[in-house]
């Protein structure tokens, strides 16, 4: 009888035991087991709560000219708890009305712009500050440096890029092929530039005016005056940011360089391609042998100009032997203000939009090279022209720079234009225009210390 008590009462322990563990063994995603509330794979009787109903207001400037129907679609599909209110307003508008929104605090929840105003936000605490969300669900390894491209000199970071948009050497075959001068290399130089403009610039009509030019500058600081002036050596702002460089004697080499370019007759004026429309539409126009392409405009290409035989290679070796490739990153930002729920919306679209199903959207559609490394990839699969896509890929991983976007970009950059533009056509000498360049830009750096 005591044996049998003993019996029951270890079978009694046992179940005791059992039932004090109260987690059963399940297997998890991965194959391994466990604990039933305790890790990942864990079923449980009681529904997932449903996502509470956000609604963000998402600012596309331009509308799906700019930013791919199809992401949008995407995300909508994949988070329809997140409502968007969505803006698509044409750029000049849509920048022209939001200093009032921004003041009357009925921005947008999120939208994007000029990578350097992005900054310009963030040094006023209108853009959220996208660090810690950075560190907590990017991996850096997965995307391309310029991931970064919204980093400010505080080490913060306040934005995400919409795309990138390095820039190219443009060339027409055609053009190259009736002048019997050999098409350009990523060895190039500036100089060889140069000198094979000298022999595709024509008069094909004998009228004793130029018709087809070897170069079509740009004037702006993307295409004209910053990498002639980087080709030299030289500066625009000094490495701080806070200080001009435009009258230091290289910077003044390289204005020189590009000016004597319209002097000498082998690089179109003004005049001339305004009144054909544009530079892009110059080149596009077969009216110029060569073109620094910014990858973008391969689509107006391909949408106006479908006939036109061009390739590109990597922007030209300086004088200085350097290469520099301009890069223009727009970049979203987060709105400050907008409620933590809302900021958190924002921030899901932002990872969708640099997830592998978007950016091989990005991809695809030519407006900008992606930052994810796998779709970036896949740029060169691409068969519409230009062929020699690396020219952009490889170009920007090995030289691409933005153009001293300091937070006040936007501002000092508009002083200077038009002086630039009065250099380019002569109307006033490159020492001269220099130096009023120089004033103007250091007036703007030292009001926004």
């Not at 109260?22 to 990942?40: F, I, Q, R």
């Not at 018709?211 to 702006?220: H, K, L, M, P, T």
């Not at 970049?331 to 679209?349: G, Q, T």
Request: glycine share 8%.
């Amino acid at each position: 009888m005591k044996k049998i008590s003993i019996v029951l009462m270890a079978f009694l322990l046992t179940l005791t035991m059992a039932a004090c563990s109260g987690k059963k063994e399940t297997a998890n995603e991965t194959g391994t087991t466990a604990p039933t509330g305790s890790a990942a794979g864990e079923e449980s009787s009681t529904p997932a709560p449903e996502a509470k109903e956000v609604t963000l207001k998402l600012g596309l400037p331009q509308g799906y000219d700019v930013t791919k129907k199809e992401i949008i679609d995407g995300f909508q599909a994949k988070f329809p708890h997140i409502k968007l209110d969505i803006d698509t307003t044409p750029w000049g508008d849509f920048f022209t009305k939001l200093p009032a929104q921004i003041a009357g605090d009925n921005a947008p929840d999120i939208w994007f712009q000029e990578n350097a105003s992005v900054l310009g936000h963030g040094k006023r605490g209108v853009a959220e500050d996208l660090t810690a969300y950075f560190e907590r669900d990017l991996n850096p390894g997965d995307y391309v440096e310029a991931i970064y491209s919204a980093k400010g000199p505080d080490g913060k970071i306040y934005g995400v890029p919409h795309g990138i948009n390095p820039v190219a050497l443009g060339y027409n075959k055609k053009l190259f092929t009736e002048a019997n001068v050999p098409f350009p290399t990523d060895d190039w130089t500036y100089q060889d530039l140069i000198d094979a403009a000298k022999k595709l610039t024509k008069d094909t009509n004998g009228d004793g005016k130029t018709d087809i030019y070897g170069f079509i500058s740009g004037y702006n600081i993307t295409l004209g005056w910053f990498p002639w002036i980087k080709s030299t050596g030289g500066q625009v702002l000094d490495s701080s940011l806070t200080k001009a460089m435009v009258t230091d004697p290289k910077s003044l080499e390289g204005l020189n360089k590009w000016v004597e370019m319209n002097k000498s007759g082998i690089s179109a004026p003004e005049s001339f391609t305004k009144a054909i429309g544009s530079e892009w539409q110059a080149f596009g126009s077969e009216k110029g042998a060569m073109y620094f392409v910014q990858y973008s405009t391969q689509t107006l290409f391909q949408k106006n100009f479908p006939d036109l035989d061009w390739d590109t290679v990597k922007m030209p070796k300086g004088f200085d032997g350097n290469r520099v490739v301009p890069n223009i990153a727009n970049s979203w930002l987060i709105y400050s203000k907008a409620k933590p729920e809302v900021k958190d919306a924002a921030w899901e679209f932002l990872k969708y939009y640099l997830s592998s199903e978007s950016q091989d959207i990005l991809a695809a559609s030519g407006a900008s090279l992606p930052l994810m490394k796998s779709s970036a990839d896949k740029v060169n699969e691409i068969t519409t022209a230009p062929a020699n896509k690396k020219a952009y890929t490889d170009g920007v991983a090995e030289a691409g720079t933005t153009m001293d976007e300091s937070p006040s970009w936007g501002e000092w950059v508009g002083a200077a234009q038009p002086v630039f533009v009065d250099i380019y056509n002569g109307k006033v000498s490159v020492e001269d225009g220099a130096k009023q360049i120089q004033d103007k830009i250091q007036t703007v750096l030292d009001n926004n210390k």
